[in-house]
C-alpha cells in the first residue's frame, strides 16, 4: 500500500472507534433511541454530501440494497446492542467483523483461506466466548448476540460492496447510501422503538454533538476513506488496520464514561484481537496487485 493510503487506513479505526463511545454517551446521558441516532447520523451524511455527487443512475438499485444490508440492518443491530453494554465490550465484539468478512470472502469471492486463517477464526469466535460467560452478562446475552449479527450483517455488505468493482467513488457511495438508509432507518425506529419525540425534545447539546460527528466525521468521512481503500485494494489487505478500533474506543470509554474492563475480559478482548491478527495478516497465495 501507499503511504498516504497507510495513513488514511489508520485514521478510519480512530474516528470510528471514537464514535462508538460518543454514540454510548448519547444513549446514556439522552436516553436517544439507537436506531433513531442512526437515522439522524445517516440524514446528516445525506444532507452534506449529495449535492456535491452525481446520481450514478446505472447503479442506484444496486446501492438501495447495500444500504438495506450495510446500513440499515446492520447498525439497528450494532448499536442496539451497545446500547445494552459497555462500549469497550461492544467493540472488542464487532472484531467479529474480520473472520466473517474472510469467511464470506472465501465462499464468495472464491479467496484462499487457509488453515491459519481458520485457527485465527476460531480464536476469535473463542475469545468472544469467554468474554460472553462473564457473570454480569449472564442475566442478558441479547445485546452480545445483536452485536455480533451486526458484525455479521456488515461483513457481507462489504462483499456486495466490493461487487460494485470500484465503480463509484467513496464520497459518492456513501452519499448515495446515506440517501437510502435514513428514510430505511426512521421506519426502522418507528417500528421497533419507542420515545422518540421525548428523545429528541431531551437531545441537547450533547445529542446533537454526537448526531453531527457520527454523521460528518465517523461516517461521511471515515466511510468515504474506508470505501475509497476497499475499492482499489484486496480486502485482506485494508482489513487489518481495524485492529486499532477497540484502542480508541476503549481509551474513549474510560475517558467518558468511566468503563473498566475485568481481567477475563481483557483476556477475552486479547484472544479476540489475536484471532483477528491472524485472519487478516495471513498472505493469500496468489497476491493481489495493488490497485
Not at 488514511?8 to 474516528?15: D, F, G
Not at 445483536?146 to 450483517?153: E, H, K, N, P, R
Not at 450533547?206 to 470505501?227: E, F, Q, R
Not at 482499489?232 to 470509554?253: A, D, E, K, R, T
Amino acid at each position: 500500500m501507499k503511504p498516504l493510503d497507510i495513513l488514511l487506513a489508520i485514521t478510519v479505526p480512530m474516528l470510528w472507534g471514537l464514535g462508538f463511545t460518543l454514540a454510548k454517551v448519547a444513549f446514556v446521558y439522552v436516553s436517544f433511541p439507537p436506531i433513531l441516532l442512526m437515522a439522524f447520523r445517516f440524514s446528516v451524511t445525506a444532507l452534506a454530501l449529495v449535492w456535491f455527487v452525481r446520481p450514478p443512475w446505472g447503479l442506484m438499485w444496486k446501492i438501495f440494497w447495500i444500504a438495506i444490508v450495510s446500513a440499515t440492518i446492520q447498525y439497528s443491530l450494532t448499536f442496539s446492542g451497545l446500547d445494552g453494554i459497555d462500549a469497550s465490550l461492544a467493540v472488542i465484539v464487532v472484531q467479529l467483523e474480520a473472520p466473517f468478512l474472510a469467511l464470506f470472502a472465501t465462499l464468495i469471492l472464491k479467496e484462499h483461506l487457509g488453515w491459519r486463517r481458520a485457527i485465527g477464526m476460531a480464536l476469535a469466535f473463542a475469545g468472544v466466548l469467554l468474554i460472553a460467560g462473564q457473570p454480569r452478562l449472564q442475566g442478558d446475552l441479547l445485546p452480545v448476540l445483536l452485536v455480533a449479527s451486526g458484525a455479521c450483517v456488515w461483513s457481507f455488505g462489504q462483499i456486495m460492496i466490493k461487487g460494485l468493482g470500484g465503480k463509484l467513488g467513496g464520497f459518492t457511495l456513501i452519499a448515495w447510501v446515506a440517501v437510502f438508509a435514513a428514510p430505511q432507518l426512521f421506519v426502522s425506529s418507528w417500528l421497533f422503538e419507542d420515545g422518540q419525540w421525548e428523545a429528541i425534545q431531551n437531545a441537547g447539546w450533547i445529542g446533537w454533538g454526537v448526531v453531527i460527528y457520527m454523521g460528518l466525521i465517523m461516517t461521511a468521512l471515515g466511510y468515504a476513506i474506508w470505501y475509497r481503500l476497499l475499492g482499489i485494494y484486496n480486502v485482506n489487505q485494508v482489513m487489518p488496520f481495524l485492529l486499532l478500533l477497540p484502542v480508541m474506543s476503549i481509551i474513549g470509554s474510560m475517558l467518558f464514561l468511566g468503563e473498566r474492563l475485568s481481567p477475563v475480559e481483557l483476556m477475552g478482548g486479547a484472544v479476540v484481537i489475536l484471532g483477528v491478527w491472524i485472519v487478516t495478516t495471513h498472505r493469500d497465495r496468489a497476491v493481489v496487485e495493488e490497485g
